[in-house]
DNA sequence: GTCTATACTTGGATAGAC
DNA sequence: GTCTATCCAAGTATAGAC
């Protein structure tokens, strides 16, 4: 059940000043995206989309199964964009200087991008829709394998009992997160610099005692 | 603009089996935090709490200005509870051991007690609500402030410029936050159990380095 | 103070024409 | 495929009786 729609598409001409069927579902889920980011969950509702998508309603339920289905669409769209992007750097750093480095290009860039923020909305507001939860869960357990992976570099093998990497790499999502969720609260950056700022500091500190400086 | 609604009580007499006024709006405030933590931010409606609250909606409106001026009253009473239980203890760490093993206890206690859950949903929820942005805001700073006290005590002077005690503050807040965001994405306690676990695994050894163990 | 009843608004979703 | 028109559910808020 709840079963993406993915209608056929008999003709693949782009007939006249029409677009087609494609290019409106690809509207809505760019729209669907920018409404997140701008409005938040609360506002994102099939009239706001489909009004900055340019279309009706009946084309959203067309295309879609409703909007928790199009709110998967964009979490796919978001979370495969981030993964192709951040997998391999990731996995190459091997400082902590590299990493934190890396730690805050990323988050630049997903605060930039508002990628950080679709994450945020949905993570908050899936809960109360039934579907979508176990949904958002499994993307965000993805990028936590992949940051788990990351900090095994960086864990000596005495300490992995007592510094679990996949403990840590929950904890760096979650302060991600929780960076991002705060920093729409007072709508101020400064906060977030800050801590990368810090973190970047520490993390090159680091990096010269490990000796492996680069 | 916006003043909180509190209406002067003439007489003070709870009369037969009526409950008096104020005991109806402790009751409203009651069922909205549980309904915050129960139900979520999207689903704290008027209708939903007053239905908890076993009276009807035009009370709601006559205690309060209207649902956001009721949600500000819960983060009050939560907020003012959490600081009045948790002020002194956090002042009066001074080793990392005892600091970690009080930020596991107060982990747990505003995860049983729903209390976290409150803040992360009214920190969510709040920007979409005019008013209330604001106001979510500055409880959060007060909490801020207090975690960067806590956390002066242990920062040597030296690191202070890198490692300033505002932006620990304010990671660890956010990490707060995101946790519990997680939590109830996968509706599973261990992730944040697990991080807190290592983090006074690390703590405790963090302590006995410092020699101040006790 | 508290209720019932109601006015108004917004959102999800479908029918049927084109 | 896309539209307009429409139905229905749920939310905020108020009026007026008691």
Redesign the interface.
């Known amino acids: 059940m709840t079963a993406r729609t993915t209608p056929a598409h008999g003709s693949t001409a782009t007939r006249g000043s029409n677009r087609s069927g494609v290019a409106t579902r690809t509207a809505l889920v760019e729209a669907a995206r920018r409404t997140l980011v701008e409005?938040?969950?609360?506002?994102t509702s099939a009239r706001s989309v489909a009004a900055r998508a340019g279309c009706s309603q009946a084309s959203l339920f067309y295309h879609f199964d409703g909007v928790p289905d199009l709110l998967l669409a964009v979490l796919d769209e978001v979370s495969d964009r981030r993964m192709a992007a951040y997998r391999e750097p990731l996995l190459a750093a091997r400082t902590p200087g590299q990493l934190t480095r890396l730690a805050r290009r990323i988050a630049a860039a997903d605060i930039a991008s508002g990628d950080l923020r679709v994450l945020?909305e949905l993570?908050?507001?899936?809960?109360?829709v039934p579907g979508l939860?176990a949904q958002?869960?499994e993307r965000?357990a993805r990028w936590e394998e992949l940051v788990s992976q990351a900090a095994e570099h960086f864990i000596p093998r005495p300490l992995r009992s007592?510094?679990?990497p996949?403990?840590?790499a929950?904890?760096v999502?979650?302060?991600?997160?929780?960076?991002e969720?705060?920093r729409?609260?007072?709508d101020d950056d400064a906060?977030t610099e800050?801590?990368l700022?810090?973190l970047e500091?520490?993390g090159r500190?680091a990096g010269a005692i490990a000796g492996g400086a680069r």
Chains 1, 2 share one sequence.
């Open positions: 409005d938040g969950f609360a506002r945020v993570v908050a507001g899936a809960p109360t939860k958002v869960a965000i007592t510094v679990r996949a403990v840590v929950h904890a999502v979650a302060g991600f997160l929780g960076l969720l705060l729409d609260l007072r906060g800050d801590v700022e810090d500091q520490v500190v």
